[in-house]
């Protein structure tokens, strides 16, 4: 089954400075992957999502890329704010797992002013 | 546009006694619905998934049940709470589709089992 962990449980930045989540995945059949942040009290929203024939993707400020090979993806986040402060979640699915993502544990992120 | 609507947001309950959350999808026809549970603001454990009315798969043993009465509608239940029943719980739905695709998330249950 799907296996999904990250490597570092916090992350302090300063503003302004960029923030890289990393995420590690054990599932070779996984070939969709996505990004979630979750402020406390609150459901995970989606940041950002990569399918596997792909190995990088950007969207506002954020971008995803995928290493197929090592089995592990990263969120970047440029120009970090405060209102970017927040758990931040990877996800995968597929193979067996089509249609149910397996998340990893989360890593939160606090960005000072 | 799609809503996914969640309640109650917080709940207190004793031991024991029984459970029912219910969550609800507008916008959209045939989603795949889920229950996940999140300990301590971590993690997210998959608890059931539905891919259609009646249609329940569980992912874990546990002492929760789920339902789908309709085709936007999911409920999450228990007889008897346990302590350990304790946690976050969170509705979700994706389209039916034939690749996978993210889940939009409700905004959570707080349920406190005493």
């Known amino acids: 089954g799907e296996s999904v962990g990250l490597h570092l449980p916090t992350l302090s930045v300063q503003e302004g400075d960029n923030s890289i989540i990393n995420c590690a995945y054990s599932n070779s059949a996984s070939d969709y992957f996505i990004w979630y942040k979750q402020e406390s009290g609150k459901g995970p929203q989606f940041i950002i999502d990569?399918?596997?024939?792909?190995d990088k993707r950007q969207g506002q400020r954020v971008t995803v890329l995928l290493n197929k090979t090592v089995k592990h993806l990263s969120l970047q986040i440029a120009a970090t704010q405060p209102g970017d402060s927040a758990v931040y979640f990877c996800a995968g699915s597929g193979g067996t797992s089509y249609g149910k993502l397996t998340f990893g544990q989360g890593t939160i992120l606090t960005v000072h002013p | 546009s799609q809503t996914i609507h969640q309640w109650p947001a917080t709940l207190v309950q004793p031991v024991g006694s029984p459970l029912s959350l219910e969550c609800t999808v507008e916008g959209t026809s045939n989603p795949n619905l889920y229950w996940y549970r999140q300990a301590a603001g971590r993690g997210l454990q998959l608890l059931f998934y539905?891919?259609?009315?009646?249609?329940i798969s569980s992912e874990v043993p546990q002492n929760l049940s789920a339902s789908r009465p309709q085709d936007r509608q999911f409920i999450l239940s228990s007889k008897k709470l346990l302590l350990s029943d304790s946690g976050f719980y969170l509705c979700a739905w994706a389209p039916m589709t034939t690749t996978n695709e993210k889940l939009f998330f409700g905004s959570g249950t707080q349920l406190s089992v005493l």
């Open positions: 990569i399918r596997s024939n792909m």
């Open positions: 539905s891919v259609g009315i009646g249609q």
